[in-house]
């Protein structure tokens, strides 16, 4: 009786401990089920409607998915994005990133970590006033900051917004995306052991054949970590195209398929609003290669071995 | 001849970064230039005014040649930017350090499961469920409340924070706990008193990161968000910005735009450690 009055009494407060343990975290269990999961299943449930402003459900099977691949404007779409992905990921999330670190990396640290704070500035500025600064700096009359610079170089002053508009759309999102690369390229190569550089330069290398075959080659892995995550990350980004943009000039110039999706359900002006069913589907092939691409990055970058067991165990 | 290559290998590094860099420099000068001139010739301003930061006194942003408001009073925007992020950074700072402490220190059913889930929503980009969160948020009446966004930036933040925070729960020894424990605090108290004032910067860089992250927010209060009276100060730059048919001086939405990035600044200059910091872990995931 008393033994087992005693273990209930310890189950009882074994009980209230997990307790605890179930309280803590279920905030964030909650937060997560229901703005992940829900949404993620949710995204391809309205895709197989043809839901509108009611937001009723009215089922319509795949015919969403059949009018994405006769949509007229799919090519384009599809082509534009692959361009605005290719180019702006090479050139600046890892080429201008890359090229940054490097030459951050050779100089005194104090001045290299100031240059790399400058290019932090992009990222934490809030989109809309980054692209205001944009878009002022590229208007079309003399004065503009742009057009003044290269009337030195005598180029005729003009509107980039029209002229030059993917050129603009890849600047603007180069200049926010370099940051995440550079700052993953400057850890790793400022964890690289100072014997090997210095190894090398007793060897005879100069500057670019240290960087050629000692640096580059031992900071393989962040490249190639670095590639995967912005690709994914700008194959769904809009904000930026949107605010400079929106797509234009005329019609769908600039648009990618994310912006593409976003104009189908919310745009405000023309036809075509509240296409709530379309939009989703156009969401779900990115929802789709978003939980493809996570899921390989998670075992192609060992990120499970990350995961260390609790240091004790507590019970 | 040994130092003359050095510092022409130098001066070539500097020229380059200079010349990479300098653009990020002339666009924040431009803007600030063209708040308080009435002219600027691409980088030589003339007529120097405060006329276009007026709306500091007042708050109203008024529209040349007509009477009457267009536009939100300004410390009304101000208000609601700063409801909204102050609100996110507590939550996500609650949330994320309650989760992020069992999720170091317990081992419980599912533990494996949920931080590879964790882990891997880390990098899945939640905009993509813009869609289907927007139906979320009229069922649950949040459609045009700051509420609903909230809710939305707090959720999808929190993969990141949890995983910043269990970074930092796992840097404490356990015998700090363990000390605690056995002089009598039962867990909540060791959490609370022991545990939490080790972790202080976790918790300042959950704050910075989430704090920004809201103040920043645009697409979310322009897709959820209706009224003028909800609007941040992202909304108000957007309006000034994109509102052609309603002619604003450049000058004050330049103003307008130095005026909302005055924490970024600030963070910036005072707070670069933290910043620094974020970045490493936040889209890293080192």
């Known amino acids: 009786m008393t033994g087992s009055g005693g273990s209930g009494g310890k189950g009882l407060s074994r009980i209230f401990r997990r307790g605890y343990l179930y309280f803590f975290l279920l905030p964030s269990l909650a937060m997560i089920v229901f703005f992940f999961f829900v949404p993620a299943v949710l995204t391809f449930l309205i895709s197989l409607t043809d839901m509108s402003y009611t937001l009723e459900w009215h089922w319509v099977g795949l015919a969403n998915y059949v009018k994405m691949i006769q949509d007229p404007w799919t090519p384009l779409i599809f082509r534009n994005t692959m361009f605005y992905v290719f180019t702006t990921l090479s050139f600046f999330n890892v080429g201008t990133a890359l090229l940054i670190s490097l030459l951050t990396t050779h100089i005194e640290d104090r001045i290299g970590s100031a240059f790399r704070a400058i290019w932090l500035l992009p990222r934490i500025t809030p989109s809309t006033v980054y692209a205001l600064m944009w878009i002022w700096a590229t208007r079309g009359d003399r004065s503009a900051l742009f057009n003044w610079l290269l009337s030195f170089l005598g180029v005729p002053p003009v509107e980039w917004r029209l002229q030059w508009p993917w050129l603009l759309v890849i600047l603007v999102n180069g200049f926010v995306g370099a940051s995440f690369g550079m700052i993953i390229f400057t850890a790793a190569l400022k964890s690289i052991p100072v014997d090997f550089t210095r190894a090398a330069l007793v060897d005879g290398a100069n500057t670019l054949q240290l960087i050629r075959y000692v640096e580059l080659p031992l900071i393989k892995w962040p490249l190639m970590f670095v590639t995967a995550y912005q690709t994914l990350s700008l194959l769904t980004s809009f904000e930026y195209i949107l605010l400079v943009t929106d797509g234009g000039p005329g019609l769908y110039t600039t648009e990618v398929w994310a912006l593409y999706a976003y104009h189908m359900a919310f745009q405000v002006y023309g036809g075509g609003s509240a296409q709530y069913g379309y939009g989703a589907a156009l969401s779900a092939v990115l929802v789709a290669i978003g939980l493809v691409l996570s899921v390989i990055y998670w075992k192609v970058f060992r990120m499970g071995e990350m995961m260390v067991e609790p240091k004790i165990e507590v019970d | ?286």
């Open chain 2, 1 to 286: 001849m040994a130092k003359v290559v050095e510092y022409l290998k130098k001066s070539v590094i500097y020229i380059v970064l200079v010349a990479v860099t300098s653009p990020i420099i002339l666009l924040y000068y431009y803007l600030f230039a063209s708040s308080f001139f009435k002219n600027v010739e691409g980088l030589i301003p003339s007529g120097f005014t405060l006329e276009y930061w007026s709306f500091i006194l007042s708050g109203e942003i008024r529209v040349p040649g007509t009477v009457g408001t267009y536009y939100p009073n300004v410390y009304l925007v101000t208000f609601n930017t700063f409801f909204l992020a102050v609100t996110i950074a507590f939550f996500e700072v609650i949330f994320s350090s309650l989760a992020g402490y069992v999720i170091s220190r317990y081992k419980f059913l599912g533990r494996t499961r949920l931080l590879q889930t964790i882990l891997i929503l880390h990098s899945f980009p939640g905009i993509t469920l813009l869609i289907a969160l927007f139906y979320i948020i009229n069922i649950l009446g949040l459609y045009n409340t700051l509420t609903g966004v909230i809710i939305i930036k707090v959720a999808l933040d929190l993969p990141l924070d949890i995983w910043i925070m269990k970074g930092f729960f796992d840097g404490i020894p356990w015998d700090l706990e363990m000390s605690a424990l056995v002089d009598g605090c039962n867990r909540l108290q060791a959490w609370w008193k022991v545990i939490m004032p080790n972790v202080r910067n976790g918790i300042m860089a959950i704050i910075i990161f989430a704090f920004l992250s809201g103040w920043s927010e645009f697409i979310y209060i322009l897709t959820f968000i209706a009224e003028q009276k909800y609007w941040t100060l992202s909304m108000l730059v957007y309006a000034l910005t994109s509102g052609e048919y309603l002619y604003i001086e450049p000058g004050v939405t330049a103003a307008a735009a130095i005026f909302y990035m005055i924490p970024v600044i600030l963070f910036f200059l005072f707070a670069q450690k933290y910043l620094l910091r974020i970045q490493i872990t936040s889209k890293g995931t080192f």
